[in-house]
Antibody, heavy 118, light 110 residues
Framework: EVQLVESGGGLVQPGGSLRLSCAAS????????MHWVRQAPGKGLVWVSR????????SYADSVKGRFTISRDNAKNTLYLQMNSLRAEDTAVYYC???????????WGQGTLVTVSS | QSVLTQPPSASGTPGQRVTISCSGS????????VYWYQQLPGTAPKLLIY???QRPSGVPDRFSGSKSGTSASLAISGLRSEDEADYYC???????????FGGGTKLTVL
């Protein structure tokens, strides 16, 4: 059974940093691209970033470019999102999701909540 | 404002057929596949439609997708109470070099 379990969320002050993790199991992690998508409280879905299967190619939404870094460790079946210079508007539930090469999110984890507030 | 435009709400009675529209541009829907997601209250999104009109295994054939030009639609036939959820469209945008979502449509089953 495919499982994606996000962790690392919590309360952080503006300007602070946080690293999210997404532990994958039940499929060949190294064969799939991965996405991060976020959802502010009561709002819609917003794509954040994606990484290809071997980690050699990444893309970011303009709103996080230069502040967030997506990476993966295929030996540990884990996806990461390093978030720096956090702002109040980054407050959201962050979901990781699997995708076939070049395609949109297919299967989603349950999400982890990030709250940026003083 | 979302790059893809969806109506904020839709409604229908059990057994009815409802459609949800998604409007974009030549750089997203006009040149790339459309995806549709269902998000039940308090849960993670679930893929309903990919590649404009393909259903993943396990998704009932009551759900169907279509695309014409720079617009797409999700149709739900034989509406059930458990279909009450938020629905989102998505597509790759060539100009933004990123994925874009619609603002979501809240479907109410009356």
């Amino acid at each position: 059974e495919v499982q994606l379990v996000e962790s690392g969320g919590g309360l952080v002050q503006p300007g602070g940093s946080l690293r999210l993790s997404c532990a994958a199991s039940g499929f060949t992690f190294s064969s799939y691209w991965m996405h991060w998508v976020r959802q502010a409280p009561g709002k819609g879905l917003v794509w954040v970033s994606r990484i290809n299967s071997d980690g050699s190619s990444t893309s970011y939404a303009d709103s996080v470019k230069g502040r967030f870094t997506i990476s993966r460790d295929n030996a540990k079946n884990t996806l990461y999102l390093q978030m720096n210079s956090l702002r109040a508007e980054d407050t959201a539930v962050y979901y990781c999701a699997i995708a076939a090469a070049g395609t949109g999110p297919y299967y989603w984890g349950q999400g982890t909540l990030v709250t940026v507030s003083s | 404002q979302s790059v893809l435009t969806q109506p904020p709400s839709a409604s229908g009675t059990p057994g009815q057929r409802v459609t949800i529209s998604c409007s974009g541009s030549s750089s997203n829907i006009g040149s790339n596949y459309v995806y549709w997601y269902q998000q039940l209250p308090g849960t993670a999104p679930k893929l309903l439609i990919y590649s404009n009109n393909q259903r993943p295994s396990g998704v009932p054939d009551r759900f169907s997708g279509s695309k014409s030009g720079t617009s797409a639609s999700l149709a739900i036939s034989g509406l059930r109470s458990e279909d009450e959820a938020d629905y989102y469209c998505a597509a790759w945008d060539d100009s933004l070099s990123g994925w874009v979502f619609g603002g979501g449509t809240k479907l109410t089953v009356l």
